[in-house]
């Protein structure tokens, strides 16, 4: 009987508590060559549970966190509430062995409360080319 | 006859359903589960003005921690680094410096075993803590925030914005 007690205020809290959540996988994504010679394409999907952030910002970065050219869609993306996002990345060969990081960053609205606000951001390692 | 029909008809059935258990048996289902981190914002903090020229998410002043939940779904591929405010991002024209302090603790875990050593363990590098995420599971992270005005000089009315931004990083 305890134990069922304790299940149903252990489900009422995690209902009862909206938490807002930011999402990317994969984690450790692959380079795998474009349709464009030169070019290597990687793709990202993105999740969108923070009801208070509508975009988010991607980045590429080498391995000492110094940005790296790369072309998507857009580099901010508007991913509305509860909604996921799938895009390519495209590098440059030339920098298929640098790539270390990508990320994405949320934007946050400018507020009309005295407040801390949370920027959440999640960086997948990019898997080098022949590395299992 | 009539056995001789039912006998046949029974053979069909019984086929029928073998045939049926072999398919059923071999239709796999699949499903793959990636390897992610999912940082979720439970509270985004509020400051309190407990006194002019201070601004604080302390409770006992009346403010409220910002609280970050962090979930990981395998060991040793993350650290998450929480960094607390030093500017605001907005805010009006303030009249002198503003000096910060702030901290991230680890609030709970939802795997004491394995994740109690989580805030021992932590780096801090001026306001960042970092944290390795070496077990599956959630980590609630609270992160406090103080503002005080240079000169004990009042901050001027208006809204005041910071950020605590929370990383995480694949290894």
Redesign the interface.
Known sequence: MKKLISIFVLAAFLIS?T??????????PVLKQSYVDGLYVTTMTMFN??P?VEYYEIGVYDSNWDPIDFVSNYKIWKIPYLSTVSFDIYLRAEDKYKVT?I?SRSK?R????????????????VKKIGED | MFKTKFTIVATALLVTNLCGLAVAAQTPINGTVQSRCIIQTDTAGTYANPNAYTLTTSPTDGGELARIRVDVSLANAYYVEITAPTEFSSSPNLPDVVSWTGDTTVDAVSDATNMGDYETNKVEIGMKDRYDMTATGSTWFKTSSVATMGGSKAFPGGNYTSIVEAECIAQ
């Open positions: 508590n938490a807002s959540a930011h999402e990317m996988v994969p984690t450790y549970k923070r208070e990081y990320c946050l400018k507020s009309e409360k005295s407040r801390t606000a949370v920027s959440s951001r999640i960086c997948s390692k």
